[in-house]
């Protein structure tokens, strides 16, 4: 089992619909929790950062926690092709991020 | 959110040579990172650079082949050592803002892309 898992995508919406992305980890202890967005050919960058049960909330974007089902998710409402990039979940311990293998986004116009 | 440059951003080596990269922040950070992101995967961690210490490794990366150096808290190298095609990657620097920041998000450097020949 990875530690941190991503629904297997790609993902594909049209524009103006919402995006739901999905993580699982198995790490109990884990402390942080990010979604970063990385187009191609670029480096990653944050999207959002959460670190206690419940939503949070940053513009289009929602990002989701529970840490007793160890599950974390990314809304994008309003899709923008612009939003069409891989999405990467990181789980972040003592300081150490582990990412999961993404989630490949297209939004169609 | 921290200013990381990272240099060089791509470069096409011989097999058998060995190429080191430059992460340079800029202000002090408690943790630096590289990582190694394969074609078509997501990111690997190789180590954490320690500022005055040996870097900690990750299982399956080892110094003699990665060696790392930090000597202030702005500043890191990483060295690919004896390349060979499979280390053809991307190699991302990533830090933590500040002392207290170990659970805060992590910044990237814009990567080093290399291609082993």
């Known amino acids: 089992q990875k530690e941190v898992e991503q629904n297997s995508g790609p993902l594909s919406v049209p524009e103006g619909a919402i995006a739901s992305l999905n993580c699982t980890y198995s790490?109990?202890?884990?402390?942080?929790f990010f979604w970063y967005r990385q187009y191609s050919g670029k480096s990653p960058e944050l999207i959002m950062s959460?670190?206690?049960?419940g939503d949070k909330e940053d513009g289009r974007f929602t990002a989701q926690l529970n840490k007793a089902s160890q599950y974390v998710s990314l809304l994008i409402r309003d899709s923008q092709p612009s939003d069409s990039a891989t999405y990467l979940c990181?789980?972040?311990?003592?300081?150490?991020?582990?990412f999961g293998d993404g989630t490949t986004l297209t939004v169609k116009p | 959110s921290a200013v990381i440059s990272q240099k060089p951003s791509r470069d096409i080596c011989q097999r058998g040579t060995s190429l080191t990269i430059q992460c340079q922040v800029d202000?002090?950070?408690?943790?630096m990172f590289w990582y190694r992101q394969q074609p078509g995967q997501s990111l690997t961690l190789i180590a954490t650079?320690?500022?005055?210490?040996?870097?900690?490794?990750e299982s399956g990366f080892v110094i003699d082949k990665f060696p790392i150096s930090r000597p202030n808290l702005t500043f890191s190298t990483l060295t690919v050592s004896n390349m060979s095609p499979e280390d053809s990657s991307i190699y991302l620097c990533?830090?933590?803002?500040?002392?207290?920041?170990?659970?805060?998000?992590?910044?990237f450097g814009q990567g080093t892309r290399l291609t082993v020949v």
């Open positions: 650079a320690n500022q005055g210490s040996e870097a900690t490794y």
């Open positions: 990181a789980v972040n311990r003592a300081g150490k991020s582990t």
């Open positions: 790490d109990r202890v884990s402390q942080s």
């Open positions: 202000s002090q950070v408690t943790m």
């Open positions: 990533s830090v933590r803002g500040g002392r207290e920041a170990m659970n805060t998000e992590a910044f």
């Open positions: 959460i670190y206690s049960n």
